[in-house]
T-cell receptor, first 113, second 113 residues
Framework: KNEVEQSPQNLTAQEGEFITINCSYS?????LHWLQQHPGGGIVSLFMLSSGKKKHGRLIATINIQEKHSSLHITASHPRDSAVYIC???????????????FGKGTKLSVKP | EPEVTQTPSHQVTQMGQEVILRCVPISNHLYFYWYRQILGQKVEFLVS????????KSEIFDDQFSVERPDGSNFTLKIRSTKLEDSAMYFC???????????FGDGTRLSIL
């Protein structure tokens, strides 16, 4: 059983649509990360959160610790948002190394003009 | 903005040979990580490093693997005797503190022939 599950696996949207990607996890965590992987392979950290909600530009990330669930929302989607979005959880103690990230398989997003 | 840099971008090596992947983390960061991603699969944690020693390592990180911070700037991953199944994209990451996001390099694609 995967400890981090993402849905959907693939998502195609029209430019301007509101997008939601979901992540559920089954382990205790100290933090949850949302990452973006470009077609060339590079990985960019979007959010790191342990509670509540964070917003950066058109991106919003929420987490519900009790339900072990997080969502990534993209408002007014654009073709340049096309990428793989990865959810990863840190299981280490918050005060210690958070390096042991467990990754989801990713959601491949394609935004059409 | 400071970046994590990895060299080379692509390494082709014969099976059984030793390979060293190099990373220059962001200069004031203290925590360093290696991950790998086999083509078409999810990203997997290999090892984390802090204060000149390994903090955590995964089952993948066996005796064939080692890490080193030989000077104040480089962080290297060595695979002693490469196998075909070591072919993957290897990512280096660094963070300033454990409660801060990790910054990823663009990866080194390792191809074992």
């Amino acid at each position: 059983k995967n400890e981090v599950e993402q849905s959907p696996q693939n998502l195609t949207a029209q430019e301007g649509e509101f997008i939601t990607i979901n992540c559920s996890y089954s382990v205790g965590i100290s933090a949850l990360h949302w990452l973006q992987q470009h077609p060339g392979g590079g990985i960019v950290s979007l959010f790191m959160l342990s509670s509540g909600k964070k917003k950066h530009g058109r991106l919003i990330a929420t987490i519900n610790i009790q339900e072990k669930h997080s969502s990534l929302h993209i408002t007014a989607s654009h073709p340049r948002d096309s990428a793989v979005y990865i959810c990863a959880v840190a299981t280490g103690n918050y005060g210690g190394s958070q390096g042991n990230l467990i990754f989801g398989k990713g959601t491949k997003l394609s935004v059409k003009p | 903005e400071p970046e994590v840099t990895q060299t080379p971008s692509h390494q082709v090596t014969q099976m059984g040979q030793e390979v060293i992947l190099r990373c220059v983390p962001i200069s004031n960061h203290l925590y360093f990580y290696w991950y790998r991603q086999i083509l078409g699969q999810k990203v997997e944690f290999l090892v984390s490093f802090y204060n000149n020693e390994i903090s955590e390592k995964s089952e993948i990180f066996d005796d064939q693997f080692s890490v080193e911070r030989p000077d104040g700037s480089n962080f290297t991953l060595k695979i002693r005797s490469t196998k075909l199944e070591d072919s993957a994209m290897y990512f280096c990451a660094s963070s300033g503190r454990t409660n801060q996001p990790q910054h990823f390099g663009d990866g080194t694609r390792l191809s074992i022939l």
